[in-house]
């Protein structure tokens, strides 16, 4: 469950939002993401979020979405093990010959893997704004 946070700094007049575990939060302090500074949490009442944990089938869905460049097998099955090692914790295995283009291909998928799971984890947080592939399932 993730409930959203807003604040308006004192010091700065930013107005900036939070997003945390629970609706006990209210009053709390935080530190303004423009300045520093301590701002007071406001809960604005409506709905509380739930969200569902991504998954690497959503997140290759929207990775690979129609009109994209395409890709090789072995850079798409790259990304998949990136965001499998992400999401899952499991180790990545390199299914090719190092200095081949089938590895320096998979290789490159795993980097976009990555990416895409860092990306995700900073629009969970709050800290990026979302774009429209990305969005929760």
């Not at 469950?1 to 006990?24: E, F, I, P, W």
């Amino acid at each position: 469950m993730t409930v959203r946070y807003t604040y308006r700094c004192a010091a700065c007049s930013h107005h900036g939002q939070v997003h945390l575990d629970d609706d006990s939060h209210e009053g709390e302090h935080t530190a303004c993401s423009a300045c520093g500074a301590t701002a007071t949490l406001e809960w604005v009442g409506g709905a509380t979020l739930h969200r569902a944990a991504p998954t690497v089938e959503t997140l290759m869905a929207a990775a690979f979405m129609p009109g994209r460049d395409p890709r090789s097998a072995e850079y798409k099955e790259g990304v998949r093990a990136g965001l499998t090692m992400r999401i899952d914790g499991r180790q990545m295995v390199v299914p090719y010959t190092l200095g081949t283009a089938q590895c320096d291909a998979y290789l490159a998928g795993c980097e976009e893997g990555k990416a895409i799971w860092r990306e995700r984890t900073a629009i969970s947080s709050g800290s990026l704004a979302r774009r429209d592939n990305y969005t929760d399932a």
